[in-house]
């Protein structure tokens, strides 16, 4: 059983929707959560971070922890075309270990 | 700032052949990563330099694999005989911080190597 799951999609969207991007882990030993967007032939670049359960805002973007039934969310709101992209949840353990582990992603198509 | 900068951003060889892949991390950042992803699977970490120093190397398959950062600057990783199933991207971060929150991961764009 891998240790993070997440929904590889595709998801489409029409322009302006709300999306819903999720991942389950299964350690609980990760404490640092976080949200990457990859676009094509590009490396991942960090979209949220959070280390506590509970929500983070970040302009259009909201993450959210629930550690309790180890779940992790991104929510984008008033999604665009330059959204596309495939988005990465990482975790990782509270050991000062900077090691991430990985979902396997979920590619995002926004519809203009 | 200049970014983290990988090369070659693609390379094709046989198997059993050697590839060595550069990484240069962002100026002043102590911590270097390796991570890579193969065909359908998700991105897994290789190791982490502190310095010149090998940090983790947990996540390194085997013993073909070898990854060094002389002087603390950039690092290189060779892959020495390359077999099919090294196909994949291989990605290079840094970071400037290792224990303070919130100090994020700047990833470079990655090799592509393919092993025919």
């Known amino acids: 059983q891998k240790e993070v799951e997440q929904d590889p999609g595709p998801l489409s969207v029409p322009e302006g929707a709300i999306v819903s991007l999720n991942c389950t882990y299964s350690n609980s030993a990760f404490q640092y959560f976080m949200w990457y967007r990859q676009y094509s032939r590009k490396g991942p670049e960090l979209l949220m971070y959070?280390?506590?359960?509970g929500n983070k805002e970040d302009g259009r973007f909201t993450a959210q922890v629930d550690k309790s039934s180890k779940y992790i969310s991104l929510f984008i709101r008033d999604s665009q075309p330059s959204d596309s992209a495939t988005y990465l949840c990482?975790?990782?353990?509270?050991?000062?270990?900077?090691?991430?582990?990985f979902g396997s992603g979920t590619r995002l198509q926004v519809q203009p | 700032e200049a970014g983290v900068t990988q090369f070659p951003s693609h390379s094709v060889i046989e198997k059993g052949q050697t590839v060595t892949l550069r990484c240069d991390p962002i100026?002043?950042?102590?911590?270097l990563y390796w991570y890579r992803r193969v065909m359908g699977k998700e991105i897994k970490f290789l190791l982490h330099?502190?310095?010149?120093?090998?940090?983790?190397e947990s996540g390194m398959p085997n013993n073909r694999f070898l990854a060094e950062r002389t002087g603390g600057t950039y690092s290189t990783l060779k892959v020495q005989p390359a077999e099919l199933e090294d196909s994949g991207v291989y990605f290079c971060a840094s970071s400037q911080d290792l224990f303070r929150r919130g100090s994020p991961l700047h990833f470079g764009n990655g090799t592509r190597l393919t092993v025919t």
């Open positions: 959070t280390y506590s359960s």
């Open positions: 330099f502190v310095k010149e120093s090998k940090q983790d």
């Open positions: 990482a975790m990782s353990r509270d050991t000062g270990r900077r090691a991430l582990t």
């Open positions: 100026s002043g950042h102590d911590n």
